[in-house]
């Protein structure tokens, strides 16, 4: 079990987050229900009146890896635009886009 995703998975419950952040991260739906399924075995979370919360141990443990998923290289958070570049123009040349061909 990734440490990283597990982490994910505890801190999108704590937060009754949403488990896209999960997607981006390339797992599949059935990967992210294979990973909740061992958390459970594991004792990481547990099922109380229809809810999922953690245990003490999922506490713990996300307490102390949940540094570790912070992103502090912008390039892995930012998705570059390139649907809006535009090709470099000369010194001597202005633009002037038109307000149909970007989207804001």
Do not use: C
């Not at 999960?22 to 909740?36: D, G, M």
């Amino acid at each position: 079990m990734n440490e990283n995703n597990l982490t994910l998975l505890l801190n999108v419950i704590k937060n009754k987050g949403n488990i896209m952040v999960l997607s981006r991260q390339q797992l599949s739906f059935r990967q992210i229900a294979e990973l909740t399924e061992q958390a459970v075995i594991d004792g990481y979370i547990g099922y109380t009146d229809n809810k999922i919360i953690l245990t003490d141990l999922g506490e713990s443990f996300l307490a102390s890896h949940l540094d570790t998923t912070k992103k502090r290289n912008k390039a892995e958070w930012i998705e570059l635009d390139f649907k809006n570049k535009i090709k470099p123009f000369p010194k001597n040349e202005v633009f002037l886009p038109n307000r149909s061909e970007f989207s804001f």
